[in-house]
T-cell receptor, first 113, second 113 residues
Framework: DAKTTQPNSMESNEEEPVHLPCNHS???????IHWYRQLPSQGPEYVIH???SNVNNRMASLAIAEDRKSSTLILHRATLRDAAVYYC??????????????FGKGTLLTVNP | ETGVTQTPRHLVMGMTNKKSLKCEQH?????MYWYKQSAKKPLELMFV???????ENNSVPSRFSPECPNSSHLFLHLHTLQPEDSALYLC????????????FGPGTRLTVL
């Protein structure tokens, strides 16, 4: 299974941008990069996903390296509500064996007021 | 509110009890999942159902028995559990089990005495 590496924890200040890195050097050509987050006492929630091009949605942006071996989730203005564990997950949505969401330990993001 | 509800939110049971966890999704999705989140461990996929048919059993002990009577409801029947089964049990759903993002419920916090 393709694996990802994330820092255990990061800290940010409210209203500042946050860049959450993820390394996935063994990514295959059909693996999509997914990000989920889990707020305290809640189930995970989908944030964003992408394949090769950078992606934007209302929650965040995803910047993908040209060689696809790393990616960065960008929160443009962190709020206290963004404090959560962020998971970077590779998922083969083409029907390959890596179709499941396999969660790692993620990055615990702390946002300071 | 994700459109996925779970009941009960908290459950305490003895090792000889039989109990059931219930999950309901109001999103019209075709795939449903059970995950287990133990303290200090990543989320683990337990079961996958697609159009009411079980497509994945991730080597889960038989004391956990899933049931999917229709695409909107998913149950996890519990019997003769062990204290190490204490965990947060999360239900999720998605439009398609291969491709789409998953929507998670808030989970049931289970304590086995």
């Amino acid at each position: 299974d393709a694996k990802t590496t994330q820092p255990n924890s990061m800290e940010s200040n409210e209203e500042e941008p946050v860049h959450l890195p993820c390394n996935h050097s063994t990514i295959s050509g059909t693996d999509y990069i997914h990000w989920y987050r889990q707020l305290p006492s809640q189930g995970p929630e989908y944030v964003i996903h992408g394949l090769t091009s950078n992606v934007n949605n209302r929650m965040a942006s995803l910047a993908i390296a040209e060689d696809r071996k790393s990616s960065t989730l960008i929160l443009h203005r962190a709020t206290l509500r963004d404090a959560a564990v962020y998971y970077c997950i590779l998922r083969d949505v083409g029907g390959g064996s890596n179709y499941k969401l396999t969660f790692g330990k993620g990055t615990l993001l702390t946002v300071n007021p | 509110e994700t459109g996925v509800t779970q009941t009960p939110r908290h459950l305490v049971m003895g090792m000889t009890n039989k109990k059931s966890l219930k999950c309901e999704q109001h999103l019209g999705h075709n795939a449903m999942y059970w995950y287990k989140q133990s303290a200090k461990k990543p989320l683990e996929l337990m079961f996958v159902y697609n159009f009411k048919e079980q497509t994945e059993n991730n080597s889960v002990p038989s004391r956990f028995s899933p049931e999917c009577p229709n695409s909107s409801h998913l149950f996890l029947h519990l019997h003769t559990l062990q204290p190490e089964d204490s965990a947060l049990y999360l239900c999720a759903s998605s439009q398609d089990f291969l491709k789409n993002e998953q929507f998670f419920g808030p989970g049931t916090r289970l304590t086995v005495l």
